[in-house]
């Protein structure tokens, strides 16, 4: 199993960017999948998590800028980051819980992908 980020990158304050995750290998079901970012220096926190049913949690820092969806056919989960700040400059990582077979579950991370906000 494997998770796989990509859309990060450098933008300006104010600029948008979406990231998205694919799982892929053996899968038989997936339930919670979420977005994480670390900043140099700080421990890893989480952004935004969303359940199998659809069911969305922020953190305070970017509700109201942030959405996270989820494509189950694709087995794809997406961040859409809206109105980015300098603070928002951080690794962020994908973390799904996977069931690679019926009765059988762990979190699985992706690699990380880079986004700068800067002008």
């Known amino acids: 199993v494997q998770l796989v980020e990509s859309g990060g990158g450098l933008v300006q304050p104010g600029g948008s960017l979406r990231l998205s995750c694919a799982a892929s290998?053996?899968?038989?079901?997936?339930?919670?999948m979420g977005w994480y970012r670390q900043a140099p220096g700080k421990q890893r926190e989480l952004v935004a998590t969303?359940?199998?049913?659809?069911?969305?949690n922020y953190a305070d820092s970017v509700k109201g800028r942030f959405t996270i969806s989820r494509d189950n056919a694709k087995k794809t989960v997406y961040l859409q980051m809206n109105s980015l700040k300098p603070e928002d400059t951080a690794a962020y990582y994908c973390?799904?819980?996977?069931?690679?077979?019926?009765?059988?579950?762990?979190?699985?991370w992706g690699q990380g992908t880079q986004v700068t906000v800067s002008s």
């Open positions: 973390n799904a819980d996977i069931f690679p077979a019926r009765l059988v579950h762990r979190d699985y």
């Open positions: 290998g053996s899968i038989f079901r997936i339930d919670a």
């Open positions: 969303i359940s199998s049913g659809g069911s969305t």
